[in-house]
């Protein structure tokens, strides 16, 4: 059995399977109305306590979603694309929507101060939420340094977890992470100050622990009355090489948001394929889908409709489309994708004087 995960480093996942045994997750069963792209393919693929919210969304119960910005980059990954994306579906299926700039977090963690952390949430971070489908009209935004019912529940909640098993969930119990993780905690129950009602949060596996010691104050702030925090997860994007490691070292091995028409098409053009040696022996024996990186990607990005992602599958598979072509479709798409992006954040930005703020 695995230890813990590490929501702080780059590895990616070797077995979902064994991920799911080893942490007590739940396999999502693509069960929710409507299901997005994710959902539909298997990207989405496990979670805590679905079912609750599968309940309210049937029986137009009231439940929450919550996701936060890290207001540390430029620019964003796409795994953080994939959470916006489960966070839209969410709210249009009539979940009351909250987003945080986590910059306490930003200045314990990360060394930004809470200054700079506002600006880049303002001029990009946020405008680029809406630019990937958030109704900005049905979000509620806040900064962590600014809700003092979040930094009031953080202290009370620094009660509730000894250092042992802070380490047991972690790793680590360095003094940044601690505060870092119980303000996270203090966020995901946030809402539930207002009103008591479920909540759930979208993320990458990656971020489990967080979720595990937020159900674990739970269980011991009964006077509170909290629900437990359900949880959402989505499978990482593999890196462009192939290797399970994301890297800034590796700039090659990830495409970002926004990413220049130029640099798309380097990186496709050099990502792992699952073509054949020879043309020849593609054509007979069709390309090796499961190992190839750009059919991959564009399987959880680029192609919403089924229909057209399954006769590039064909077409791959039977060695009727070669590497080369799906690799010039990829690029055609996303450098669709990224000016089309690239308006709709635009459009945000102006508009950004307009949104939600709460403050305490």
């Known amino acids: 059995m695995a230890k813990y995960i590490d929501p702080y480093g780059s590895e990616l996942v070797k077995d979902y399977t064994k991920l799911i045994k080893d942490f007590g997750l739940e396999s999502y069963r693509n069960n929710f109305p409507e299901p997005n792209r994710m959902m539909r393919r298997g990207i989405v693929f496990a979670g805590r306590?679905?079912?609750?919210?599968?309940?309210?969304?049937?029986?137009k119960k009231k439940f929450y979603v919550l996701?936060?910005?890290?207001?540390?980059?430029?620019?964003?990954?796409?795994?953080?694309?994939?959470?916006?994306?489960?966070?839209?579906?969410?709210?249009?299926?009539g979940a009351k929507t909250y987003v945080l700039v986590a910059d306490l977090e930003a200045a314990a963690t990360r060394g930004i101060s809470l200054e700079e952390a506002r600006k880049r949430a303002l001029n990009f971070h946020i405008p680029a939420y809406i630019a990937l489908?958030?109704?900005?009209?049905?979000?509620?935004?806040?900064?962590?340094?600014?809700?003092?019912?979040?930094?009031?529940?953080?202290?009370?909640?620094?009660?509730?977890?000894?250092?042992?098993?802070?380490?047991?969930?972690?790793?680590?119990?360095?003094?940044?992470?601690i505060l870092?993780?119980?303000t996270q905690a203090g966020d995901i129950l946030f809402p539930q100050l207002e009103e008591c009602m479920p909540g759930i949060i979208p993320t990458g596996v990656d971020q489990d622990p967080h979720i595990r010691l937020t159900r674990d104050i739970v269980r011991?702030?009964?006077?509170?009355?909290?629900?437990m925090p359900s949880s959402i997860y989505h499978k990482f994007m593999p890196s462009l090489d192939g290797s399970i490691k994301m890297s800034k070292s590796?700039?090659?091995?990830?495409?970002?948001?926004?990413?220049?028409?130029k640099s798309v098409k380097r990186k496709?053009?050099?990502?792992?394929?699952?073509?054949?040696?020879?043309?020849?022996e593609h054509r007979r024996l069709g390309a090796d889908i499961g190992k190839d990186m750009v059919f991959e990607f564009m399987k959880q990005?680029?192609?919403?409709?089924?229909?057209?992602?399954?006769?590039?599958?064909?077409?791959?598979?039977?060695?009727?489309?070669?590497?080369?072509?799906?690799?010039?479709?990829?690029?055609?798409?996303?450098?669709?994708?990224?000016?089309?992006?690239?308006?709709?954040?635009?459009?945000?930005?102006?508009?950004?004087?307009?949104?939600?703020?709460?403050?305490f």
């Open 180 to 182: 870092s993780a119980l």
């Open 133 to 177: 489908g958030m109704d900005p009209k049905k979000t509620i935004f806040y900064f962590q340094s600014e809700n003092k019912g979040v930094i009031h529940l953080t202290y009370e909640f620094s009660k509730k977890v000894t250092l042992n098993e802070f380490r047991a969930i972690y790793g680590a119990a360095d003094p940044a992470r």
């Open 250 to 261: 590796k700039p090659d091995s990830y495409i970002e948001l926004p990413e220049d028409q």
């Open 67 to 93: 996701s936060g910005i890290m207001p540390t980059a430029e620019k964003i990954h796409l795994g953080t694309k994939m959470v916006v994306e489960n966070v839209r579906y969410f709210q249009e299926h």
């Open 268 to 280: 496709i053009l050099r990502a792992l394929s699952g073509g054949r040696n020879t043309l020849e």
């Open 220 to 227: 011991r702030t009964k006077e509170k009355k909290f629900f």
């Open 301 to 359: 990005h680029l192609i919403e409709d089924d229909k057209e992602l399954e006769k590039i599958y064909d077409d791959y598979s039977s060695g009727k489309m070669t590497s080369g072509e799906l690799k010039q479709l990829a690029i055609q798409k996303t450098a669709s994708y990224m000016d089309d992006f690239g308006r709709k954040l635009e459009k945000a930005r102006k508009g950004i004087s307009s949104l939600n703020f709460v403050r």
């Open 49 to 59: 306590d679905l079912e609750i919210i599968l309940k309210c969304m049937q029986e």
